[in-house]
């Protein structure tokens, strides 16, 4: 099979749909499939990557967005339907599509090849919390247009799906995320990094991880700052860092770290807090349940299906996170329980496997590729079931791919 990747976001930026993209093309190489990644090109203090496990990566010109400038846009040309062209997909895989993924999904209706659509984005979330409320319609506007475009939507959570198809977007389907549980694990606990941290040894060690931005709600867990038995740590660095520097002058600030460095700092964690309400499926909260720390979320998008409250977290309200914080806190480090939410946050993630979640997807493109075969495409979408000699006669391309 030949899947072209169209991705809104990839190395050398690590974020979550790197992440996924990532554990897809390394799974895909696995099966021996072959893949092409149509990406951002590297800003020019960065330093691009041209292939990946032997996949080519086609770079399109990137540009900065006020508010956002620590994830550059990528800009839409016709290297990105020549590439398609040149390539020959069986199936076109649209990563958290918006602006180069809009290219990806009209070049896949102009070459008639089916396309499958990744939701990890909530755009109109953001231009909500950015206080650009007018352009949240337009934005639902736009991702609905983008996604019926495609035979598939695959959406990480349940409320993820609900908003989706409140909102028009046909066909979603549930597709979660793995999580590597060799790398992050109980045992890269590290003791001489927690005296790092809390010289005193006396304190709970409360933390974050993720990108320092407004819609991440860091500033959120300044509630508990300052507490004489809790020493918080914020992993990641972003726009946002100063701010929450100033706001928790007693915090520790570590930057972004990755490897080894980020699973011993997510397993010397006594808890895990994640404030914002715009994740739609919120990676972070798995990766700390498989290091076997408890979690706190809000009572929205993808944390309502990864934290099972009283057995391995707590969810609290959006409109009281702040006011709930310290006590839910307080609750989960308690001595008599925290042991046992902390052996039951790594069993919550025992089945959440890259390679089961992949094979998953590699079932939703068979499903995708056999429906483009029985019901043809054209270049305005899907037709009624004709005879192949009827669709031939029409120009549609049926597709031909084996998963085998």
Not at 58 to 80: C, E, F, K, M
Not at 83 to 111: E, K, M, N
Request: with cysteine; aromatic share 8%.
């Amino acid at each position: 099979m030949r899947v072209a990747i169209v991705a809104e976001s990839f190395l050398p930026n690590v974020n979550g749909v790197t992440n996924s993209v990532l554990r897809v093309l390394e799974h895909l190489h696995r099966e021996g499939h072959e893949a092409l990644v149509i990406a951002p090109g590297a800003r020019d203090f960065q330093e691009e990557v041209s292939e990946y496990l032997g996949f080519e990566i086609v770079r399109v010109p990137t540009v900065r967005v006020p508010l956002i400038d620590s994830l550059p846009i990528g800009v839409p040309n016709p290297a990105v339907t020549d590439a398609l062209r040149v390539f020959r997909p069986d199936l076109i895989h649209l990563a958290s599509p918006f602006v180069l993924g809009a290219a990806g999904a009209f070049a896949a209706r102009q070459l008639r090849v089916p396309a499958v659509a990744l939701y990890q984005t909530d755009v109109a979330g953001f231009a909500t919390k950015y206080r650009l409320t007018p352009l949240a319609n337009a934005a639902w506007d736009w991702t609905r247009h983008i996604h019926n475009m495609c035979q598939m939507t695959l959406a990480p959570s349940s409320l993820t799906i609900r908003d989706l198809e409140a909102h028009g977007i046909n066909n979603v389907r549930h597709w979660g995320r793995g999580v590597d549980a060799v790398r992050f694990h109980p045992e890269k606990r590290c003791p001489q990094l927690r005296r790092q941290w809390d010289p005193t040894g006396r304190k709970k060690i409360v933390g974050f991880v993720g990108r320092l931005a407004a819609e991440k709600g860091v500033d959120r867990l300044a509630s508990p700052h300052g507490r004489r038995d809790i020493q918080l740590v914020i992993v990641g660095d972003g726009p946002s860092r100063g701010e929450l520097e100033t706001l928790m002058p007693k915090a520790v600030f570590t930057g972004a770290l990755g490897g080894e460095d980020l699973a011993r700092a997510y397993a010397s964690l006594d808890l895990f807090v994640h404030a914002g309400e715009f994740e739609t499926f919120c990676q972070a909260i798995q990766e700390a349940q498989a290091s076997g720390v408890p979690t706190i979320g809000p009572r929205a998008g993808g944390p309502v299906d990864l934290i099972q409250e009283r057995y391995n977290g707590l969810l609290l309200d959006v409109e009281t996170f702040s006011r709930e914080l310290p006590a839910a806190a307080e609750w989960l480090l308690h001595r008599d329980r925290h042991d046992q939410l902390r052996r039951n946050a790594r069993t919550s993630v025992a089945d959440k496997t890259w390679e089961a979640l992949c094979d998953q997807l590699l079932g939703y493109y068979a499903q995708v590729l056999e429906e483009a075969r029985r019901v043809p495409l054209t270049f305005f979408g899907p037709r009624p079931e004709l005879p192949l000699w009827a669709a031939k006669a029409l120009g549609a391309r049926v597709a031909g791919s084996s998963l085998t």
